[in-house]
């Protein structure tokens, strides 16, 4: 079982940055892959990026060349760095873990343990 917790969110003004965090439980951590993914209202849940545990990373179109996810595995972390924000970017902002731990996937399904979410909001 891993428990995740986001925080970070906020109101930022377009171009503007944010960092998010999603803190996890567990002590096998590291050896999971973790994603980002976000919602926006009346939109379907969107893959925005992943981390394997190898530390290979993917990125939706979207966010590519802005965005930048990290992790650290002595802080239970994984980190969304996200400049160069658009009013496109508001969203619900979920963290998320496969239940096979190793994996790779963007698929929405492919994810058991999601995070309760943080809100980013860009103005324009």
């Known amino acids: 079982q891993v428990q995740l917790v986001e925080s970070g969110g906020g109101l930022v003004q377009a171009g503007g940055s944010l960092r998010l965090s999603c803190a996890a439980s567990g002590r096998t951590f590291s050896r999971y892959t973790m994603g980002w993914f976000r919602q926006a209202p009346e939109k379907e849940r969107e893959f925005v990026a992943l981390?394997?545990?190898?530390?290979?990373?993917g990125y939706a179109d979207s966010v590519k060349g802005r965005f930048t996810i990290s992790r650290e595995n002595t802080k239970n972390t994984v980190y969304l760095q996200m400049n160069s924000l658009k009013p496109e970017d508001t969203a619900v902002y979920y963290c998320?873990?496969?239940?096979?731990?190793?994996?790779?996937?963007?698929?929405?399904?492919?994810?058991?343990?999601w995070g309760q979410g943080t809100q980013v909001t860009v103005s324009s």
């Open positions: 981390i394997s545990w190898t530390g290979a990373t």
């Open positions: 998320a873990a496969p239940s096979n731990a190793q994996a790779i996937g963007s698929a929405r399904e492919f994810y058991a343990y």
